[in-house]
């Protein structure tokens, strides 16, 4: 398979920080991204300090066809980021959401942990393969979505999971035949939890380059008031 890919990450019009990172690497076909926790010390340093060490690891990597174990991976960065976040935190420690897809061959491989997300565009259809870490999410699949209705509003942001909060973690894995013609977006939630899937579907499916399409999903985002971090992968796969 033949990617091109781009990917960009924008402050957006509230935060006073940027506490997104990302990660592309066309050579390994490997993408991801991450969200430092607002909510604990050094979030903007646990996202960049997960980018290095995704970095590192894909120096070591031979070739394209190379496949790494996500899960192991996943939890070898936790591991390190949780050493290093309650060290210089010791109270809290710090934390971050990891998304991340590697394209081996015709295969999708996705590991996840947190409320960042992974989406494929095939044709007309738009499927999320991720499932958010958040105490929204555990609820509705408790009580199904008439559970919204009764959600206190910070449970869509109040995290499961999340890389650097501890040595355990369960860590999400998915395999995807991948086809020509197909798109992959990865994003934190600043983006999807601002734009509906609908409006993201009809711009991924646009005549455009990977570059245009995240500067345009990131605009849209800040048109609807920008309340978060936005952070956007677009891959074309051919």
């Known amino acids: 398979m033949q990617v091109i890919s781009h990917g960009i990450s924008d402050q957006g019009k509230v935060r006073h920080a940027n506490e997104d990172s990302l990660f592309l690497d066309d050579a390994h076909q490997f993408y991801a991204v991450a969200d430092g926790l607002g909510g604990l010390p ?14 590192q690891t894909m120096k070591r990597v031979d070739s394209e066809e ?41 295969q999708l491989l996705i590991g996840h942990v947190g409320d960042s997300a992974a989406y494929l565009l095939r044709g007309e ?28 509003p910070e449970y869509c942001h109040t995290l499961t999971r999340c890389v650097g909060q501890g040595e355990a973690l369960k860590v999400d894995q ?3 035949t991948v086809e020509p ?20 579907k009809e711009e991924l499916a646009r005549k455009q380059s990977p570059k245009q399409a995240c500067q345009q999903l990131a605009q849209m985002a800040n048109d609807n008031e920008g309340p978060d971090n936005i952070t956007v992968i677009v891959v074309h796969i051919s």
């Open 181 to 200: 013609g197909d798109r992959l977006l990865l994003c934190t939630d600043g983006l999807n939890k601002v734009l509906s899937a609908e409006a993201i």
């Open 42 to 55: 050094g979030g903007a340093e646990t996202s960049q300090r997960i980018v290095q060490l995704l970095a």
């Open 174 to 176: 998915r395999r995807i």
């Open 66 to 106: 190379e496949r790494v174990d996500l899960t192991d991976l996943i939890i070898g960065i936790n591991q390190i980021v949780a050493q290093e976040g309650f060290e210089a935190h010791p109270f809290t420690g710090s934390g971050s959401t990891l998304t991340i897809g590697q394209i081996v061959g015709d």
């Open 125 to 152: 259809d738009l499927e999320k393969l991720t499932t958010d870490h958040t105490m929204e999410q555990e609820l509705i699949d408790r009580q199904g979505e008439s559970a919204r209705a009764i959600m206190p």
